[in-house]
């Protein structure tokens, strides 16, 4: 039976495969987008509900999409490294794209809804919790995440 590949890379044994160097790579560029989608998030958060003009520069509009369409793409090529597939065979990815809608819909509310700033900035707190939600997924394998240990 055949291993997946990232469980060999998770103990810390040395790359001897091609293809592991190229999963390397890949799960780093995720990583870092992971950090650099969040830290655009929270901040264009912190200048819309502090008032600050720099929520209105052009890159900041721009940037978060194509952040997380690289987020995306590669979460989706290390998903066919692992031969584990959303809504298939992985429990834990699974709750990894639930939580993903979640975190769109309530960053929507957050940075686009203008009737209230309460219920805004209740959905950058939520959404950011959310985020910490979907980390710890990726972190445990586990689709409650940080929440399994309390659970039961």
Do not use: E
Not at 11 to 18: A, D, E, I, T, V
Not at 66 to 80: F, R, W, Y
């Amino acid at each position: 039976m055949r291993r997946p590949a990232h469980r060999h890379l998770s103990r810390g044994k040395s790359l001897n495969k091609p293809g592991d160097a190229v999963y390397s790579w890949i799960k780093l560029l995720h990583v870092t987008c992971v950090a650099l989608s969040f830290s655009l998030f929270f901040g264009r958060g912190l200048w819309l509900f502090t008032g600050t003009r720099r929520a209105l520069w052009g890159w900041l509009r721009i940037m978060p999409h194509i952040v997380d369409t690289l987020l995306l793409a590669s979460g989706l090529t290390l998903a066919v490294f692992i031969h584990q597939y959303p809504f298939v065979n992985s429990g834990w990815l699974t709750a990894k794209v639930l939580g993903l809608v979640a975190y769109v819909a309530f960053g929507m509310v957050a940075l686009h809804y203008r009737r209230s700033r309460l219920v805004a900035r209740a959905a950058w707190v939520v959404a950011m919790l959310v985020f910490a939600y979907i980390v710890s997924v990726a972190i445990t394998k586990q689709p409650m995440g940080f929440l399994a240990p309390h659970v039961f």
